[in-house]
């Protein structure tokens, strides 16, 4: 199983990762499957010690939040140039490039995919989901790597994949890609959210009820930490692929703030070698924790490939190897009430892989 394009020749930035970085200037079968499928920056003075979490989910771990349920998502965001422009659109990531979207005071590259059997004339709604690269990858990267032109074509979804943000001399404006370190400011990378869903929604059919996000490891940080703002308040559920609640000392201190909505979350990590300047093992079980405390549903999928892609195999011909993450999405719709899942009652799906489960917490009567 090869690792994630790049990952390898950035091993020996660990090495050097307690010292503070630079800063830049600018700041089941196919008929199983198509049942399923409609488918303020922290003080950086202010750092401390890791706590680092026990490896089992303590008994009675779960605490139900209450609040009103079922919920309904919120209307988009106003997009912040006032008139959306007309997004570039396509099945495939050539066709998907829109290299110059205005979002605040910048302008911003990212993909959209919409499958050919998109109807523009039509009237159903269709799932969106986010999906955000990883360290030294790019929307084109994130678009081969995680088999995503055909998974949007095979289970009826619209795909946003931005690109980090880069200054004028092309070079990344946050040193880890996405502004999660204890310096960034993410306020342009959360506006570009809002815009993004905002401008799609605009032009595009999508079900506000089906709005998801995916990310893998550094794209994985970005996600959880913008989970940890209001804008949890848009996904339905999300997957969380070796990220979590990092930390690096005197660079990463990422903490968990309970939101309203209770969103499902897959939480997956390459286990005790999972590393890549950021302890991941760590941080996908803290994550793990804080989710639980605070009355998620967790699915949790460990492997034993450490900061690796996944070892997952295509349920049939034809399906994604990742299909468990897109059966998650459509299985988990938004406003589920705390800690519940249809999958408690049936189980994972008959092709989940077998470092797959459901923290016992959640399914003992």
């Known amino acids: 199983m090869r690792t994630l394009p790049l ?93 110059s979207f205005p979002t605040g005071a910048f302008r911003r590259q990212f993909r959209l995919l919409v499958p050919r059997n998109y109807d523009p004339a039509g009237t159903d709604r269709w799932p969106l989901v986010f999906a955000w690269h990883w360290l030294a990858g790019s929307s084109e990267m994130m678009v081969h790597d995680a088999d995503l032109e055909r998974s949007a074509e095979r289970y009826r979804v619209l795909v946003v994949v931005p690109d980090q943000q880069r200054g004028a001399d092309d070079r990344p404006v946050n040193t880890f890609i996405w502004p999660f370190l204890l310096s960034s400011d993410p306020r342009p990378e959360q506006l570009f959210f809002d815009d993004l869903l905002s401008c799609v929604s605009a032009q595009f059919r999508v079900d506000p009820t089906r709005v998801h996000g995916m990310g893998v490891s550094a794209g994985a940080l970005w996600l959880t930490a913008l989970t940890s703002t209001p804008r949890a308040e848009y996904f339905a559920s999300v997957a969380i692929l070796s990220g979590g609640l990092g930390y690096v000392p005197s660079q990463v201190r990422m903490e968990y703030t309970p939101e309203p909505n209770k969103f499902p979350s897959l939480v997956l990590w390459g286990g005790a070698t ?87 917490v959640l399914t003992r009567p």
Not at 12 to 33: Q, R, V
Not at 281 to 307: I, K, N, P, Q, Y
Not at 309 to 322: K, Q, R
Not at 326 to 348: E, V
């Open 274 to 360: 999972d590393r890549l300047i950021v302890n991941f093992d760590e941080a996908s079980m803290r994550l793990r924790d804080a989710l639980l405390d605070d009355g998620h549903f967790v699915v949790t999928c460990t492997h034993d490939r450490g900061h690796a892609l996944p070892p997952l195999d295509a349920p049939a011909p034809g399906e994604s190897p990742f299909a468990i993450l897109w059966r998650f999405f459509a299985d988990h719709p938004y406003g589920m009430a705390p800690a519940t899942s249809p999958w408690i009652a049936s189980g994972l799906p008959s092709f989940a892989p077998s470092w797959c489960s459901i923290p016992p």
């Open 7 to 99: 990952l390898t020749t950035l091993l020996a930035l660990s090495a050097g990762c307690s010292a503070p970085p630079a800063t830049t200037a600018d700041a089941a079968a196919p008929d199983a499957l198509d049942a399923a499928l409609s488918v303020d920056a922290p003080d950086a003075a202010v750092v401390d010690a890791a706590v680092v979490e026990t490896v089992d989910v303590p008994p009675g771990r779960v605490r139900v939040v209450p609040a009103e349920w079922p919920r309904t998502p919120p209307a988009p965001p106003a997009y912040s140039q006032g008139r959306c422009p007309t997004l570039s659109s396509g099945p495939d990531a050539a066709s998907a490039l829109n290299p």
